[in-house]
């Protein structure tokens, strides 16, 4: 039985207490929230003890686990102070907000040979599981573009940060683990539309290596929720729907029975060919990075999003800052 604790039971902290009390083996023994609201709703729905102070939970519980569900500003010094305390530690992302207290975690993860993973739950979603194994396997052949929108509504619980680091590392991480590519170049147009201290619509440019490119299309000002991914090729393009688990494959029919992009299908371009949507098995993807996560500390350690991974991720979103803000074109150097 793995003992674990949730820090943080707002919207997101609510998802990571309903998964994990429904996970076999595994025994929620405390939630913290500086809320009393928020710790009386949740001691009165699932009957288990709630702190308001995470140093007061460690004392009393030493869980084996834990989940950082807090605001971006507040993830180093709770994750330091568990990792510190012997947990094994999954906080949502980014992994922190600067690279320096990033790098910080990731060395006192290694010196307490902790498992420190990092909530990029978009690489558990179904269809970029299933995409990533056709990519693998080299069906869409060349990779030119990668194009990510991700539209919705104002989160009015997001306060700290702005889009760039609570969305586009979504999609930054995501366009990492499909590819193996990292970046070599980034462009950024933001506005702030919202009489908030930070941007609420992002344009992104990402060249790669190989020189493929990258588009992101972010804001939380559209009234409906958007979460699509395209990825274009020699062969076709990809489409995902994150939100219904969808993968479409969309044939350039000139390239059908070739091996390869040839001189012919140069001259003649692209055409239409046939749709295929795939059959995929359905599941939530936090349930699934969650269950990964108790794996890890079970032992079985090869599907975590490890800090280090997550600080190439970390990288790239605050260099989208740095050139939003600066009105400059970003040169990328990989930490």
């Known amino acids: 039985m793995i003992s674990v604790a949730v820090i943080g039971a707002g919207s997101m902290g609510k998802n990571h207490i309903r998964v994990f009390r429904g996970m076999p083996d595994v025994e929620l023994v405390a939630v913290v929230d500086s809320n009393p609201e928020a ?3 949740i001691s009165h729905l699932y009957c288990i003890p709630t702190y308001s102070s995470y140093q007061e939970m460690l004392e009393r519980e030493r869980p084996d686990a834990v989940s950082v569900v ?3 500003q507040l993830h180093f010094t709770v994750t330091k102070y568990l990792l510190e305390a012997g947990c094994h530690v999954l906080v949502e992302k980014p992994i922190a907000t600067n690279l320096d207290d990033a790098r910080d975690l990731v060395a006192t993860a290694e010196r307490m040979d902790r498992i420190l993973a990092v909530g990029h739950v978009e690489r558990f979603n179904p269809a ?6 056709r990519l693998d396997a080299v069906e869409l052949g060349t990779i030119f573009q990668i194009y990510a929108r991700r539209l919705g509504p104002f989160p009015s619980r997001i306060q700290d940060v702005g889009v760039i680091m609570d969305l586009a590392t979504h999609d930054l991480d ?4 499909l590819t193996g590519r990292n970046y070599v170049r980034v462009h950024a147009e933001t506005r702030q539309v919202l009489n908030r201290p930070h941007e609420d619509l992002l344009t992104g440019i990402i060249r790669f290596e190989d020189n493929m490119l990258g588009l992101l299309e972010i804001n939380w000002i559209t009234p409906t929720k958007i979460r699509e991914l395209y990825v ?3 062969r076709g393009m990809f489409k995902v729907n994150y939100i219904t688990q969808d993968l479409t494959f969309f044939e350039n029919a000139e390239t059908n029975g070739h091996a390869g992009w040839q001189a012919l299908s140069l001259l003649r371009g692209v055409s239409e060919g046939n749709v295929m949507q795939y059959a995929l098995q359905k599941k939530e993807p936090l349930r699934s990075e969650l269950e990964n996560f108790i794996s890890g500390v079970r032992g079985d350690r090869s599907n975590i999003v490890y800090g280090w991974d997550a600080i190439q991720t970390l990288a790239f979103a605050r260099e989208l800052v740095t050139c939003a803000y600066s009105d400059a074109m970003g040169e990328v150097t990989v930490p």
């Open 39 to 41: 710790r009386e709703q």
């Open 70 to 72: 807090v605001p971006s």
């Open 128 to 133: 970029i599981l299933e995409l990533k194994r």
């Open 174 to 177: 995501v366009m990492r683990f």
């Open 232 to 234: 274009t090729g020699e």
